[in-house]
């Protein structure tokens, strides 16, 4: 899971896949897992050569789009993210990086067989306009990657109170690690992201949820109650329950028609 290092915009992320609490190690590890498999279950079926990411951040899934696609675009609103990326973008030939944003993009339409948007939505004002972005960007039949916080999980809901100040200063302090304000500023639930994805008329091929937290459990449990957390997950996944889970992940595919 390589990581462009070079930019201090990037030691949150590189902390939170390399994380000493084997909880918040998991969590983002299983998403980079899910994410990574399905672009390698879908990547050469989609028309085209071409891949693109919104918000790479510190490039995690690059590498793995430069497996599968001789081209890659990644796009950020943020020119120091792309900057951040020079040296990963010197190692892989194909990647360019280009500065959009996904709310206004002036990206041709119909360009890329496979988009990816992870961990992205939660951060813009509108992710109804951003989902009808990545349908105008996709090739017909080609597929989107989508992941982004459920609404009213156990995380997003405990970071409520975590994140607030006075308190986000014990979070450090249980982690002993970096802790920031997450910048969610458009949770949505599923059946809200549903309809949303519907209205683009991409069509839902595969759906997941994934991330259990419980606090204080995570926290203090160590690796012990860390694989416990892990382990109700497992028990609860594809039950109502699984509406407590951190992350909704989606494989959307473009008509061809």
């Known amino acids: 899971m390589p990581l462009a290092t070079a930019h201090p915009l990037f030691a949150l992320q590189e902390t939170l896949y390399a994380s000493r609490n084997y909880t918040r190690r998991r969590l983002h590890r299983e998403r980079w897992e899910w994410v990574t498999s399905a672009i390698a279950r879908h990547a050469a079926a989609v ?20 497996q599968h696609f001789a081209e890659v675009t990644a796009a950020d609103v943020e020119a120091a993210y792309l900057s951040g990326l020079a040296p990963l973008a010197s190692q892989l030939p194909g990647l360019h990086l280009v500065t959009d944003d996904i709310q206004r993009s002036t990206l041709p ?15 813009v004002p509108n992710p109804e306009t951003a989902l009808h972005t990545i349908a105008r960007l996709l090739r017909p039949g080609g597929v989107a990657i989508v992941t982004t916080p459920q609404r009213y ?81 497992h028990h609860c996944a594809d039950t109502p329950l699984d509406h407590l889970f951190w992350t909704q992940a989606y494989v959307l595919r473009k008509s061809k028609a």
């Open 47 to 66: 028309p085209g050569r071409a891949g693109f990411e919104w918000a790479p951040g510190a490039g995690v899934y690059l590498p793995t789009l430069a």
């Open 109 to 123: 339409a119909n360009a890329f067989g496979l988009v990816l948007c992870s961990e992205v939505l939660e951060h």
């Open 153 to 233: 999980s156990v995380m997003e809901l405990c970071c409520r109170i975590a994140l607030l100040p006075g308190v986000i200063e014990l979070a450090r302090l249980a982690y002993g690690e970096p802790v920031l304000p997450t910048g969610h500023i458009s949770l949505r639930s599923r059946p809200a992201l549903r309809r949303a994805i519907a209205q683009t008329g991409l069509e839902v091929r595969e759906e997941a949820r994934l991330g259990l937290y419980l606090p204080l459990l995570a926290e203090v449990g160590g690796e012990r109650g860390g694989r416990w957390i892990e382990a109700l997950e």
